[in-house]
């Protein structure tokens, strides 16, 4: 039996999911990963009693807090989607309307590569991803782990968010510093950290081969729940 299975985890996680604030906050950050102050607003709750339900939700798995790649000053919250318990829990919410969809992190080679690819796969709403500082190519491991899953990416070469961005694109950014750089000028956030720095400064190709594979994982079942948010808009 895995760790997440065993009965006591289970029941810590129920307990932590049976208060109505708490659940709450899991549908607040169905679509979309939150710095604490965010949610707070967003649900209209003092930063004192927020802070108390997600330290609950924290111990018994069911949200993470990540200290931001970017600004380390800032953390976000985000849904434990590997937990099926907490993917269920969620409810399905309005639907979102949009024209096309815009994935970003800041080289445009791995993360938002692999969002845009995934979303074509079960979307009919147009998509398209981009880079706020763009690099030369798509990052070769990045198309080795599309590969895997039978995918490729959508586009040659890495574009430039001030080229790509249209009116009216829901623009999701992958990575904190793509976030921070548009000073949180997009509809949605996701928090998925940089697989290259597994393989910057010589580290171990196994290492790295991993990284890419966990930002996949991380990113496939968020796109999977805006795909069924999402309503062509066009």
């Known amino acids: 039996m895995e760790p997440s299975q065993q009965p006591g985890d289970r029941q810590a996680l129920l307990s932590a999911l049976a208060d109505p604030q708490r659940l709450r906050i899991v549908d607040a950050l169905a679509l979309s990963d939150r710095s ?43 849904l434990s989607w590997d937990r099926p318990l907490v993917a269920a829990t969620v409810t399905q919410g ?49 198309i080795v782990e599309l590969a895997r899953h039978g995918l490729a990416p959508l586009s040659p070469a ?37 697989p290259a720095r597994a393989s910057a400064g010589g580290g171990k190709d196994d290492d790295a081969t991993a990284a890419f594979a966990d930002a996949f994982a991380q990113i496939e079942p968020r796109v999977q729940r805006l795909a069924a948010a999402l309503t062509n808009g066009s």
Not at 161 to 174: F, I, K, S
């Open 94 to 142: 309005p639907a979102i309307t949009a024209c096309r969809v815009v994935f970003v992190c800041t080289a445009n080679s791995a993360r938002s590569q692999f969002a845009a690819s995934l979303f074509a796969r079960q979307s009919d709403v147009p998509v398209a991803s981009a880079g706020t500082a763009p690099a030369p190519a798509i990052n070769p491991q990045a």
């Open 36 to 78: 604490p102050s965010e949610l707070s607003r967003a649900l209209d709750l003092p930063s004192n009693l927020l802070a108390h339900h997600v330290g609950v939700l924290v111990d018994a798995g069911a949200v993470l807090r990540r200290r931001s790649e970017g600004d380390g000053r800032r953390s976000y919250l985000a």
């Open 158 to 194: 890495p574009r430039a968010l001030a080229d790509e961005r249209r009116t009216g694109d829901l623009v999701v950014t992958v990575c904190d510093n793509a976030r921070e750089a548009t000073d949180g000028d997009t509809r949605l956030h996701w928090s998925v950290p940089d």
